[in-house]
């Protein structure tokens, strides 16, 4: 049964078989083991000539033949791209099966640096003995192509769920991207000119390696009918290039770049940096978070979970594990269940809290800078600065961080710590004291911050004050600094600045409320506040469920020396109901700019790549169109406010990519983003699905999907419910991690073409032996051979060669008809198979086989 799984394997081969020999073979289960070896009883299977069968895959139990497999492997609960195995008798049993773990295998393992220094080889080196390490257990299975790994999770880098360690990372292939967004409009207004505009930016870029090469664009084009006032302007606004350095988990970037801090303000520069990069870490490792440490004594299930809520559950193998992989959010006490498989548990608490600006015990995160600043417009200005600044994790509790930032007239420098209060949740506190010289004077200051987060669980809410920062009167920062010396901004003038903000579930009334709010005061000019107040209700009314009542509330104001107070107050009311499968209905309240306004507006989607929006108010009336189309997305909509204005705007968001492997147009995501192209082994118009709606190969057999994030495991799959007739997947899913902006490249496999019953024929006149495989000239799969040399083929081509193989030989090739019957193929194909001269004219159907022959007589029910 463990290799015949394999024969019926539909992501092997594709065939139809008689019933009653399906039945047939199911019945080997019951057969007789002798010196390792399964021996078959033929005579149950329901066929004419027993003597013409190849069985020799299947004559040993848990035994594979020698040889080469294409095989997924499993690590644990994780899958890993499919790859050629090999699989090798081991030294001490020659007659043995072993699979064979190559170096590039064991790389991709993601191993910790301490164990990969005690790994033993065998065959040469070529092969890992998994006896090196302990507890490792190493499985294959031809019945679905995949090889099993379990390995303790002590010796793996940190796991989470659809991340990969730096070993697994793909840089991709090299290539050519553009990438843009275009917008173009036209305004009609009452007793005025047409005014035409088209806007747009995108990214050029190339891959080498691991190297990204960037070029951003941004343009504008108006056209108002008079030529005084024509405006035609594309810049190029950003030149850079940057890669991945996964032994450090930073990210070097040379170019025009902006300067990326977690204590200075931001500004651009032209130069280099290099950076930890908390995206390369996994996802819940991107903050502090607690570790759980423990071990196993058996396959066991470790559940963590707070106040009776499960907030982490996985399988272990047997050993010692360690859990780096839960959410820097999470805070307060953690109780952590290992359930064993005989039936013990164990328990015990971690204590733990989410902490603003803090890093994970024993870990220094790191950016650092230097070039010269510059404008977009206007170039380089000022001297060569250079910053530098880290975090350091120095127990469960505390960590220190700070930095520096200095130019020939410039210096800042920061320290600060922060603690985990556990139920009271965290706070840091930071100083940076600055000076300048500025205008033949000197400035010097100092600013101080406060930051606090505390996530409460039993309440369901969540507060975050990331907030206070008071600033002396002559403190600069250096964006603050370069404003004033080059670009006769107003010299500073930053006193206070309050944010808070504040989250609440009431999950039984169905009602949410987010609420935030920042105060900016100055040492010299008036006081700029914002709040904004969200308040969510979600109901249902008789049958009609998920009805939803949503108010905003808001104020922004403003005020400035030249122009005064500036304010802006406003208030949005909402009801939304569902409407048919798909369809809401919303309609609104409003009071805006003093005024008062009443809309309606109807959304549904026509299909899965298509939506449409319209509306109706006291005053206007609107429509909108959205499409994802295969090489581009497209959004068309027209407007008209009575007595205004009517306008019609359509936009377009795509790309191109172009690789020696092929090129496509598609929808793009992010601007010179990571993507992924699939080869459908040019067959066109396959659906390949990402994350989102499917994307149809063109007509090369090329498709791009740019739903793609950096880092992450990806997935792209055959969508083989909607596949063309004519075209059957025998590889539907690949998966891989690709490293930012990388151009992935998989193949999936795809057959193309007719199927149809065939009858296959020797020169002798005999059949192939039943099991015998069918492949195509592209080495795919189109068959098994059933009875008397019957086979159901697909992927028939006129004119076609295919090759017939049994006992591990290309024995006989077969040549399709030029011209397929009229008939569409509803009839059976006689098909005669010449002999391969490397077969040397043996017509022998039947090699070693593994089978033996008992008279039914002797044979016991």
């Known amino acids: 049964m463990f290799g015949l799984s394999f024969l019926l394997n539909p992501y092997a081969v594709k065939t139809i078989l008689r019933p009653g020999v399906l039945g047939g073979l199911m019945s080997i289960s019951g057969t007789v083991f002798s010196a390792g070896e399964v021996q078959f009883n033929t005579d149950i299977l329901d066929l004419n000539d027993r003597s013409n069968i190849d069985l020799s895959q299947f004559s040993r139990s848990g035994f594979i033949l020698p040889g080469t497999y294409p095989m997924v492997v499993q690590v644990n609960t994780q899958p890993l791209p499919e790859q050629p ?43 890992l003995d998994i006896r090196s390490l302990a507890g490792m257990d190493v499985t294959g299975d031809l019945s679905t192509s995949t090889l099993y790994v379990s390995l303790p999770q002590a010796y793996l880098e940190y796991n989470a769920p659809n991340w990969d360690p730096p070993s697994r990372w793909d840089e991709g292939v090299s290539g050519l991207l ?53 405006n035609q302007k594309i810049e190029w606004s950003r030149f850079y290039a940057y890669r991945a350095l996964p032994s450090i988990q930073s990210r070097l970037t040379l170019g025009e770049s902006y300067l990326y801090s977690d204590i200075f303000d931001s500004f651009r520069f032209t130069g280099a940096s290099l950076n930890s990069d908390d995206s390369q870490l996994p996802p819940n490792l991107r903050g ?37 992989d839960l959410n820097d959010a999470v805070t307060g006490s953690l109780d952590v269940r290992v359930e064993e498989q005989d039936g013990s548990v164990k328990t015990f608490t971690v204590e733990s809290a989410s902490i603003p600006y803090l890093t994970r015990p024993g870990t220094v995160r790191y950016k650092t800078a230097v070039g010269r600043p510059s404008d977009l417009h206007s170039g380089g200005h000022g001297n060569v600065f250079g910053t530098g600044e880290f975090s350091w994790g120095i127990s469960n509790g505390w960590s220190l961080y700070g930095g520096a930032i200095t130019d020939n007239n ?22 940076t004291r600055a000076s300048t010289s500025l205008d033949d004077k000197t400035l010097s200051g100092a600013s101080y911050r406060l930051s606090y987060s505390k996530n409460f669980e039993e309440y369901d809410s969540q507060v975050t004050f990331a907030g206070y920062r008071f600033s002396e009167k002559n403190y600069l920062s250096m964006s603050e600094y370069l404003d004033a010396r080059y670009y006769a901004d107003e010299v500073g ?38 709040w904004t107040l969200s308040l969510a209700r979600y109901f249902s009314i008789g049958t009609v469920k998920n009805m939803s009542l949503a108010m905003n509330l808001y104020r922004n104001q403003e005020r400035d020396q030249r122009s005064g107070a500036q304010s802006n107050t406003g208030m949005y009311l909402s009801v939304s109901l569902p409407m048919g499968r798909s369809g809401t209905l919303t309609t609104s309240a409003s009071r805006m700019s003093n005024r008062n306004g009443y809309s309606a507006r109807f959304s549904d989607r026509l299909s ?11 005053r206007s009336v609107s429509g909108s169109l959205s499409h994802l189309g295969d090489q581009a997305s497209l959004d068309i909509s027209a407007s008209a406010q009575e007595h205004d204005y009517t306008s019609l705007s359509l936009s377009a968001r795509g790309g191109g990519t172009l690789t020696a492997q092929g090129a496509a147009l598609h929808r793009s995501s992010g601007m010179g983003g990571t993507r992924l192209m699939v080869d459908t082994a040019g067959v066109p118009d396959v659906p390949i699905r990402g994350y989102g709606a499917a994307t149809r190969s063109n007509s090369f057999g090329k498709a791009v999907i740019s739903d793609v994030s950096s880092y992450y495991r990806t997935a792209a799959s055959v ?40 009858v296959l024929r020797l020169p002798d006149g005999s059949a192939p032996p039943f099991g015998a495989t069918v492949k195509n000239e592209k080495q795919q799969d189109t068959g098994i051979v059933n009875e008397d040399g019957s086979v159901y083929l697909s992927g028939i081509q006129p004119g076609e060669a295919m090759i017939v193989s049994w006992g591990g030989i290309e024995r006989c090739t077969l040549i399709l008809p030029a011209r397929l019957p009229a008939d569409g193929l509803t009839s059976s194909l006689n098909l005669p198979c010449h002999i391969n001269s490397a077969d040397n004219g043996s017509t022998d159907p039947a090699p070693s086989t593994g089978v033996t022959h008992h008279d039914k007589e002797n044979t016991p029910s």
């Open 85 to 127: 195995i090999g699989f090798f008798p081991p030294e001490d049993d020659p007659k043995g099966s072993q699979a064979c773990l190559s170096q590039d295998l064991v790389a991709q393992l993601g191993l910790k640096q301490d164990q990969i220094a005690t790994l033993v080889w065998w065959k040469g080196g070529e092969c």
């Open 178 to 230: 553009i990438d843009y967004n275009l917008t173009g409009q036209s305004i009609q207004q009452q007793n005025q000119a047409t005014r035409n505009d088209i806007t747009g930016n995108g990214t050029v870029g190339f891959n080498n390696g691991p190297w990204r090469v960037r070029a951003d664009w941004q343009g504008r084009i108006d056209d108002d009918k008079d030529a005084v006032n024509r």
């Open 288 to 324: 502090y978070a607690p570790e759980v440490v423990g071990v196993a004594n058996t396959n066991a299930k470790v559940v963590i979970s707070q106040k009776g809520r499960v907030l982490y559950e996985a399988l272990v193998a047997a050993g010692p594990f360690r859990i780096q």
């Open 410 to 431: 410039y210096k800042a420098f920061t320290v600060g710590v922060g603690r985990d209060l556990l139920a009271f949740g965290a706070v840091s506190f930071d100083a």
């Open 493 to 530: 003038g930053s006193k206070a600045l309050y944010t808070a903000t504040f989250n609440k579930q009431f999950r039984d009334a169905g009602v949410s409320v987010y609420l935030n709010y920042s105060n900016q005061s100055y040492w010299d000019r008036p006081v700029s506040e914002r």
């Open 608 to 618: 899965e790549r298509s939506s449409y929006q319209l509306s109706a108010s006291d």
């Open 719 to 758: 969508d083989l419910e909607n596949l063309p007739a004519n075209a059957e997947a025998t590889q539907s899913v690949t998966q891989l991690t690709l490293t930012e902006g990388a151009i992935g490249y998989r193949s999936l496999d795809v057959i193309s073409g007719l199927k149809a019953m065939a």
